[in-house]
């Protein structure tokens, strides 16, 4: 599951210090944005010796910085990295140039500029495990102005779903910048959800507890899937009733991937 994933900026040495006792989905650890230049040997230093760590999240990634990538290959090979997440891609050149220094590792497209999501077709056929949208940078890259309900950035949020969906990949939201504001929080996470995301990106481990609730099924939604996997239990119909619902066997597939979850 990938309901919670967390962004831990690794020149931030208190960050870095709780990482392992965060419990998410997965966390993402920065080597991009939220580290400088000059900065960058002793955070790849450190995230190095973090990784030889035991942690509560299930998976690790690290968002790598492209221009950086040999010495990040070098300083982590062999440690436990469950995946690279290659910020801002433009095009399919920008995943094949990763998998070519790294290869066997999955791959996390970060899609973040309207080249990106011009390409989303060709991006979302490699063999990646995901896709992860990057409102900030999208909204700088398009030169909107943030709407009441992301309808500034929305055609490309939904264009991240329909192309992940198309080739079965994860695919998550973005993150939310203003961690204090909880009813916000929530209901850009219930927008996510409803567009079709899986999860979301985080920067705060407050903002943990709030997506894991919103990206996972309901009680209404656990107890209607319970219904239709028992009406279907033992039968050969193509349709039954539940809770005076007709009921086909796509809904089958969609009962077994909330409990699933």
Avoid at 109 to 114: D, K, L, R, Y
Avoid at 154 to 171: E, F, N, T, Y
Avoid at 191 to 199: I, K, N, P, T
């Amino acid at each position: 599951m990938y309901r919670s994933v967390l962004f831990i900026p690794c020149a931030n040495a208190r960050a870095m210090a709780k990482a392992a006792t965060l419990a998410c989905d997965a966390l993402i650890f920065d080597l991009e944005d939220a580290v400088g230049d000059a900065e960058r040997d002793n955070a790849l230093a450190t995230l190095a010796e973090t990784l030889r760590g035991a942690f509560v999240a299930k998976t690790l990634l690290v968002r790598i910085h492209p221009q950086y990538l040999n010495a990040i290959h070098k300083a982590l090979t062999g440690l436990p990295i469950g995946g690279l997440v290659v910020p801002k891609v433009n095009e399919v050149d920008d995943i094949q140039g990763v998998a070519h220094v790294w290869p066997g590792v999955p791959l996390w497209a970060m899609i973040e500029t309207a080249r990106g999501v011009v390409n989303l077709g060709d991006i979302a056929a490699l063999p990646l495990r995901g896709l992860i949208a990057g409102p900030n940078d999208l909204r700088k890259d398009l030169r909107t102005r943030p709407m009441d309900g992301r309808a500034d950035i929305a055609l490309a949020l939904s264009q991240i779903v329909l192309h992940g969906r198309a080739h079965d990949r994860v695919v998550l939201d973005g993150v939310y910048n203003a961690f204090r504001d909880e009813a916000g929080f929530m209901a850009e996470c219930e927008h996510g959800r409803s567009l079709g995301f899986d999860g979301k990106t985080l920067i705060h481990p407050s903002q943990v507890a709030g997506a894991e609730a919103a990206f996972s099924p309901s009680a209404a939604e656990r107890a209607w899937a319970h219904a239709v996997v028992a009406a279907f239990d033992g039968s050969k119909a193509g349709v039954v009733s539940v809770d005076g619902e007709m009921v086909e066997r796509l809904h089958l597939e969609q009962a077994r991937r909330i409990l699933a979850i």
